[in-house]
């Protein structure tokens, strides 16, 4: 147990669906990210929020949209996904600054039909 | 730009050394290394800092050399529980929250 929960722990959509990832963490860190695991491409950083404030958006297009309502919480929106999307999604925290160790969450396996 | 780490896979006997490397063509502000055993999520193992820092927990020391832009790991007298994908993680000089550019993985399979 790390600290950090992501649901749901399966997902299987279709391209024209709309589904969310949840992730929270209980550790009281400042910065959370969502990190796109893939055979291909393994561990890609897609976001990052440090104080609710997103500082960082690796050129993810636009089908993914992250929330992050408050230090705890992060979400990340789904909508008209593609196939290639199918991976491992990860959530992460960290006290924030430089430095600073991650800890992630078992991560959500999404299944893009 | 995504650090290299080498070699891709790597498969030990139990009580056998290895060394896992890393190195990035960017100015570097610290290193992280990560453990993730299959259908679990990454673990961190340590952090090292610019100024050639060596760091150690029992069996398992790594060495970063800023200059060089490059970090190593290594496992000596491997156990079974040291089996997993290996992740070195790169911090961009100047630190702060940016997160962190890892590499493609190493695997490491020890064998009893």
């Known amino acids: 147990e790390t600290g950090v929960t992501q649901t749901p722990r399966h997902l299987v959509m279709g391209m024209t669906n709309k589904k969310s990832l949840k992730c929270e963490q209980h550790?009281?860190?400042?910065?959370m990210y969502w990190y796109k695991q893939s055979a291909k491409k393994p561990l890609e950083l897609m976001f990052v929020?440090?104080?609710?404030?997103?500082?960082e958006n690796n050129s993810v297009p636009s089908r993914f949209s992250p929330e992050c309502p408050n230090s705890s919480h992060l979400f990340l929106h789904l909508h008209t996904l593609q196939p290639e999307d199918s991976a491992l999604y990860l959530c992460?925290?960290?006290?924030?600054?430089?430095?600073?160790?991650?800890?992630f969450g078992s991560g959500t396996q999404l299944s893009v039909l | 730009q995504q650090p290299v780490q080498s070699p891709q896979a790597v498969i030990l006997r139990e009580g056998e050394d290895a060394v896992i490397n890393c190195s990035s063509s960017?100015?570097?502000?610290?290193v992280h290394w990560y453990r993730q055993k299959h259908g679990e999520a990454p673990v961190f193992l340590m952090i090292?800092?610019?100024?050639?820092e060596q760091k150690g927990h029992e069996k398992i020391s790594a060495s970063f050399n800023e200059k060089k832009q490059q970090s190593s790991l290594y496992l000596t007298a491997s156990q079974l529980s040291y089996s997993g994908t290996y992740f070195c993680?790169?911090?961009?000089?100047?630190?702060?929250?940016?997160?962190?550019?890892f590499g493609k993985g190493t695997h490491l399979i020890i064998q009893p």
């Open positions: 993680g790169t911090e961009k000089a100047g630190g702060g929250a940016d997160g962190l550019t």
């Open positions: 090292l800092l610019k100024g050639g």
């Open positions: 550790l009281g860190h400042n910065a």
């Open positions: 992460a925290s960290s006290r924030g600054g430089g430095n600073e160790k991650l800890f």
């Open positions: 960017k100015a570097l502000y610290s």
């Open positions: 929020y440090s104080l609710e404030e997103r500082v």
